[in-house]
């Protein structure tokens, strides 16, 4: 029994320096330096300094004087705020935010959204080959002690490629720059998925409002539901499907509301707002099942699957090895990206780039104030996604999902702010939207 609580120590400590906190981890419930043992009453113990930063937020400052006034009675019923990860969350929201709604602005100098989407995967691939390069040079032994070193580091396992040591040859050009039959095989369907779900989604943006675009997206719940109901034979019971009355109808509520009270600047025909709504809903369901096909490929598996994880043998020698057929995040990104220009390039070219018909030349549209657009909407679209990565890590399931949900609420709340919209009505269907993923989130997924 001692030895299996100092085999699980040891597996716990090897572990990459992650912000997550494992409620099962023993040093959670000792005090540091205490010999190994076993102590019936531990789980009794007040956890120390250190330990109380790992599991928590330290309060300290203005945050620990505003923690003060608040009386006893009242702070029992209030929820432990985590600062780092209320900040993360704060800025995701808001890089998704800037990055849905520059998309709007951009197509409106700009009207050309296969462009966009291939300058688009042109940029995440040149961000995540800086990104590599940098964590690289980060890891090298002479920068790891530092705090830039630390924070970049501090993703969770299997963000960044296991390999990097500092060596740019070696990491950067020879193995991650260079492609692999398992790296092409598991990211040339997501580049797929990638292509017609960028391009549909700056088409639906180009023609109707922000608001409207990310309101049918936040239907997606229905599309994985039937989509586990029809093809895998999963049976949900009755309070799945009646978590889903109020987001179909905020939904509804939502377009209907805005679609009647238009900007003076902004006339939508019905063919205009028809097409629209569909290549929004050809996007949000391009992107379930693009997010069901990676959830094999993006989730850390114990033993044999696509990204790096520890056996459980090398688990007992305080050892990681990384089997030759897994892959990180960030390449499984960068491939994506990759494949998606490729599979793009063609379009582009004989749609936009030489097309006679259109009045519109790309060349001339592209000015400067469009291109300074792009290259902040590429690097909040990056940025976005690295968050993300960092916030799985961070969280469990469940409150990962009700962050993400809270992040459409934000889009779709800006959005409408954005496009001065606000009315009775809108909100009243935000309400029910919310009201809808928010049980969905809570009750809708059991199965029976």
Not at 302 to 326: C, D, M, T, V
Request: with cysteine; glycine share 6%.
């Amino acid at each position: 029994m001692i030895t299996t609580q100092s085999t699980t120590q040891n597996t716990t400590t090897k572990r990459r320096n992650s912000l997550h906190t494992n409620l099962f981890d023993p040093q959670l419930f000792q005090v540091p330096g205490a010999p190994v043992q076993l102590q019936p009453q531990a789980h009794f113990r007040t956890p120390s300094s250190v330990e109380a930063h790992r599991s928590g937020p330290v309060q300290h400052g203005a945050f620990a004087k505003l923690a003060s006034s608040v009386p006893e009675d009242v702070r029992g019923y209030l929820p432990v705020v985590n600062v780092k990860i209320t900040a993360l969350c704060c800025v995701w929201y808001v890089t998704s935010s800037v990055s849905s709604n520059l998309s709007k602005a951009i197509l409106s100098d700009f009207p050309h959204p296969v462009a966009l989407t291939e300058l688009q995967f042109f940029i995440s691939a040149v961000l995540c080959v800086l990104f590599v390069t940098i964590a690289n040079q980060l890891s090298s032994e002479t920068q790891k002690a530092g705090p830039l070193s630390r924070a970049v580091l501090s993703f969770p396992e299997g963000i960044i490629p296991s390999y990097v040591n500092g060596d740019f040859k070696l990491c950067v050009v020879n193995k991650f720059l260079k492609p692999c039959k398992l790296a092409l095989a598991a990211t040339f369907p997501m580049g797929i998925f990638q292509l017609v779900g960028h391009i549909s989604s700056h088409e639906s943006t180009s023609l109707i409002p922000v608001s409207f675009v990310h309101s049918v997206k936040a239907l997606s719940p229905i599309m994985t539901v039937c989509y586990y109901r029809f093809f895998k034979g999963k049976q949900y019971n009755m309070m799945t499907y009646l978590t889903l009355i109020p987001l179909i109808s905020g939904v509804i509520t939502t377009c209907w509301s805005t679609h009647g009270s238009p900007k003076k600047s902004e006339v939508i025909n019905e063919n205009q707002f028809v097409k629209g709504i569909l290549f929004a809903l050809l996007s949000m369901m391009i992107f379930v099942y693009q997010n069901i096909f990676a959830k094999g490929i993006l989730t850390v598996k114990k033993q044999r699957g696509i990204l790096p994880s520890k056996s459980e043998k090398q688990a007992f020698h305080n050892e990681k090895e990384y089997s030759p057929l897994q892959i990180d995040k960030l390449t499984i990104l960068f491939y994506c990206s990759c494949i998606g220009f490729i599979l793009t390039l063609p379009i582009f070219i004989s749609n936009e780039l030489f097309n006679k018909s259109s009045t519109q030349s790309v060349f001339n549209d592209l000015t400067g104030r469009a291109l300074l657009l792009v290259w902040i909407h590429g690097c909040t679209h990056f940025l976005q996604a690295m968050l993300a990565f960092q916030l799985v890590g961070m969280l469990s399931p469940v409150n990962y999902s009700i962050a993400n949900i809270m992040k459409r609420i934000v889009i779709i709340a800006v959005a409408l702010t954005w496009e001065s919209r606000f009315s009775f009505q809108q909100v009243f269907g935000l309400s029910l939207t919310i009201l809808g993923l928010y049980g969905y989130d809570k009750w809708g997924l059991t199965m029976k």
